[in-house]
């Protein structure tokens, strides 16, 4: 509820300000980008864990910090106050987690290992102010940041093991995700009618994986993709 609260909100207040042509006199551009994001888990993401049946022990440990790579990519709507300022709201797929390895004992001696994938992936939708500089006649550097709410899509925990494998469904993750990103990019424009988009961007996570858990999302993501401008706008920076 409160997601949908901070994204109603947000909208709105593109909506008021786009209605303002004379005043904020706004110029709009849409696209589309895709490319490659490493995300990785932060926190408490050391694990371990022993059971016995009353006469052998077993026991679970190891940590799930290294990166996941995986694809982050999908539209974006940009309204330019100002060659110097703008606002973009994006809708991204966005696939997160993270990866790392443990290992079994029984009664004390090692009984094996696995790799272990947590696949948390997500509709994301950031919503960034977009400061922008000229850096020629055709081009602008970009420096962007603002919040982020992400709606888990598919929660997945993947084991492998001497050349075996096994995935399961992880009940427990939270619906809603909150961070928020900072990075920097370029536009060119190569033409007109289109801009080339390029930037890079670090989203942190706000609120942690699963109720009771010290684990949080985070992604260095890197795209690229193409925009256009709307009502017969310039795409020249």
Known sequence: MKARVLVIALVGILVCLSGRPA????????GFKGGVG????????????????????????GDISDYRTGFVGGGFATGNFSDAFGIRLEVLYAQKGGTGSGGVTFNGAPAGSAD?????????????????FPAGSATKM???????????????????????????????????????????????SPSKTMNVVIDGRYTFGLSDTSSGANIKNSCLALTAGLSFPLGGASAAP
């Open 23 to 30: 005043a904020a006199q706004v110029r709009w551009e849409a």
């Open 116 to 132: 272990i994938t947590f696949k948390l992936d997500y509709l994301e939708i950031p919503i960034l102010g977009v400061a922008s």
């Open 142 to 188: 970009n420096v962007l940041g603002g919040p982020v709410v992400a709606f888990n899509t598919s929660a997945k925990l993947k084991a492998e093991s001497q050349g075996q494998s096994d995935e399961q469904d992880i009940s427990d993750v939270e619906s809603t995700d909150f961070g928020f990103a900072v990075g920097a990019g370029v536009t060119i």
């Open 38 to 61: 490493l995300a990785k888990l932060t926190g408490d993401t050391g694990f371990s864990d022993s059971f016995t049946d009353g006469v052998d022990t077993f026991a679970f440990s």
